[in-house]
């Protein structure tokens, strides 16, 4: 099995025990998307500071921005800076919303440690098919899968949806036993994207539904589920991005308290990714309005790079909780 596992060459590791560690614990995993050197960079920095597991994942568009190739380089890289910094953080590379087989058996045979199949447009028993045929790929090199049931609302990247479906706990224990997923993501309520909700000024957006985690936790007890769509859309990045030539009106997001509820369940992986897109645009704007004779991308991207650092180590302290837990 070991031989077969091209992501041990790079130093990474699977989300198995990762999230048995985390579920045991009552925490959850961050899992943040990253497009470029500096964001990877921030991650980094940031888990290894904070002494966190960490998920560091990519969409297809991310991996076709960056280069397949480049991306394995730059996973081998993230493990060894770790490493310099005397961190001995476990990493996991990982495939956000990965659409086709092929996509994810690339993935697999260029070095991710983890790959998410999400079949959840299709009708419900193509999606186990196509979920069962990536799991059996997968498993056979030890790498671990993510499914999804349910659909969620917003944009981002390549992923598009104008409505969310919740997902149906009746169908839980049957997808998970025919499909041989090592992990969930279901609809409670989160949205991809910086517009996640609909809502007047003074309003607060809707609250998760509570209720039909409990319920997938009562039908698939100890279960890893995942949450996607969960950035909290941090409103002073916003107001700087506008304050600075941006227009982002009535963008909000999930509320830091109940990603911290739904950390201290079976939820053991928590997606963040427009939360820090929104650090770097806004700290890129701040700074070439504030520096306009400044060329060089190493003053602006620095600059962003320490705001996403301190996001994460924020994120990882106060919301997911997985601070301490490496």
């Known amino acids: 099995m070991a031989d077969k596992a091209f992501y041990r060459a790079l130093g990474l590791v699977n989300t198995r025990d990762m999230f048995a560690r985390a579920m045991a614990d009552g925490y959850a995993i961050p899992a943040y998307n990253f497009n470029n050197l500096e964001q990877l960079q921030a991650i980094i920095q940031a888990c290894s500071e904070t002494a966190s597991p960490v998920i560091i994942q990519v969409s297809k568009g991310a991996r076709q921005y960056a280069n397949a190739t480049m991306l394995r380089h730059m996973a081998l890289g993230a493990v060894e800076m770790a490493r310099e910094q005397g961190s001995a953080i476990p990493v996991a590379l990982h495939l956000d919303h990965g659409d086709s087989f092929e996509l994810c058996q690339s993935c697999i045979e260029s070095g991710f440690s983890s790959v998410m199949i999400d079949g959840s447009h299709l009708p419900y028993d193509e999606n186990v098919a196509l979920t069962r045929r990536v799991v059996e790929f997968a498993h056979a090199h030890d790498v671990t899968v993510e499914g999804e049931l349910g659909v969620l609302a917003g944009i ?52 998760l539904r509570f209720d039909i985690l409990a319920e997938v936790e009562r039908r698939i007890p100890g279960f890893p589920i995942v949450l996607h769509g969960a950035s909290s859309v941090v409103p002073a990045y916003v107001d700087l991005i506008n304050r600075y030539g941006g227009r982002l009106e009535g963008a909000v997001g999930i509320s830091e308290e109940q990603l911290r509820r739904a950390a201290q369940s079976a939820v053991c992986k928590i997606n963040i990714d427009s939360d820090g897109r929104l650090a770097v645009t806004a700290k890129v704007r701040e700074y070439l309005a504030n520096h306009p004779e400044e060329f060089d991308p190493r003053k602006y991207l620095g600059a962003a790079r320490q705001e996403l650092v301190a996001l994460i180590r924020h994120k990882n302290t106060h919301v997911v909780g997985s601070a301490g837990r490496a």
Do not use: C, M, N, W
């Open 156 to 207: 981002e990247d390549e992923v598009s949806a104008e409505h969310s479906t919740y997902t149906q706990p009746e169908e839980v224990e049957d997808f998970v036993t025919r499909t041989g997923v090592d992990s969930l993501a279901i609809s409670i309520g989160t949205s991809h994207g910086a517009y996640k909700f609909k809502v007047k000024p003074g309003q607060e957006p809707p609250p």
